[in-house]
C-alpha cells in the first residue's frame, strides 16, 4: 500500500497517558507494529501483525511497543507490551490531525491511507506520534 508509515524500531515508544497491556506474540513482531487479538492462553491475548485477510476475522488490538528481552523485536511465543489507547511514538512523515490505518499490504504497517481492508489505528498527534484509539470496524474499498 503506499503511504506507510515510517517507523524506526529503535525510537518506538509510549508516552505519558499510554493504556498498555501484556500480551504474547503468536508471531515475530517488531516495535511499533499494529496487532490484532488471534487467540488467547488463559487471561492473556495471542497477538498477530495486523493485515488485510486477518481484519476480515479481527479488529485492530493496538501497537507492539516493547517485549521483556530488550532489543526492537519480539520472538514468537515471547510476551510483549502493546498500547491499547494513547501515544505511541517512533514513527516519521504523518501529518497532524491524519488518520491512521492498519491493514496494509505490509503486515503490522501503518498506512495515511485506507486500503483494501483497513481499520482505525487513530490519528497522527504530530509527524511522529500516533495516537492509538482503535475503531472497532473494518473498511473496504
Known sequence: MANEVS???ADVRHLEGALRR????AEALTFGAAVYIYSA?????????????????????????????GGTSIADGEPCDVVVLGP????TGMTPGATIWAGSTTPGALSTVVGAKSTIVGLAE???TVLVRPAQVVRST
Do not use: D
Not at 501484556?22 to 506474540?25: N, P, S, V
Open 22 to 25: 501484556r500480551a504474547c506474540a
Open 88 to 91: 505511541v511514538t517512533g514513527y
Open 41 to 69: 492462553t488463559g487471561k492473556i491475548p495471542n497477538v498477530k501483525k495486523c493485515a488485510p485477510g486477518a481484519l476480515a476475522t479481527g479488529h485492530m488490538f493496538g501497537i507492539v511497543i516493547s517485549g521483556i528481552w
Open 7 to 9: 517507523c524506526t524500531t
Open 126 to 128: 504530530s509527524a511522529t
